[in-house]
């Protein structure tokens, strides 16, 4: 697995060109150069790293909630789909991503909605406690250098 630089972004997460002079942060591409299982060099996915606060979750909820059907986007405006049922679940409209970024913090409850309908696990039943800590140790250390 590789991971390449990507574009750079500004604070709401617009695209900006190379040559900016202060981008808020990147996106990262994820690519699988070698497996068996599908052809190699194949794009993955991508996350968002903001230099100041480190990934942005809320960007890569919104993206993954596109993709799962959770969050409906018409034009500019979006909504939250309870997938089991079909129901609109914000009671007023929510225009832009800042705004839906302001809203997916506001309710949890959507965020596990999204997490529920990717796989129904939480991430405690995927990733143990202790490898977790590890990890965040890892990059606490790498910050320091």
Known sequence: MEFRKGKFIDDNNKELTNSAENPAGNLI?????????FPSTRRVGY????????PDLMSDYIEVGLQVGVINQRGAFYDIIDTSTGEILNESKIQGKVALKEELEKHKDWLDLIDKTVDGKDISEII???TLAQANETVANNKED
């Open 47 to 54: 996350y968002t790293i903001k230099y100041v606060t480190g």
């Open 29 to 37: 591409n994820v690519v699988i150069l070698k497996s068996k299982v």
């Open 128 to 130: 143990d406690q202790e």
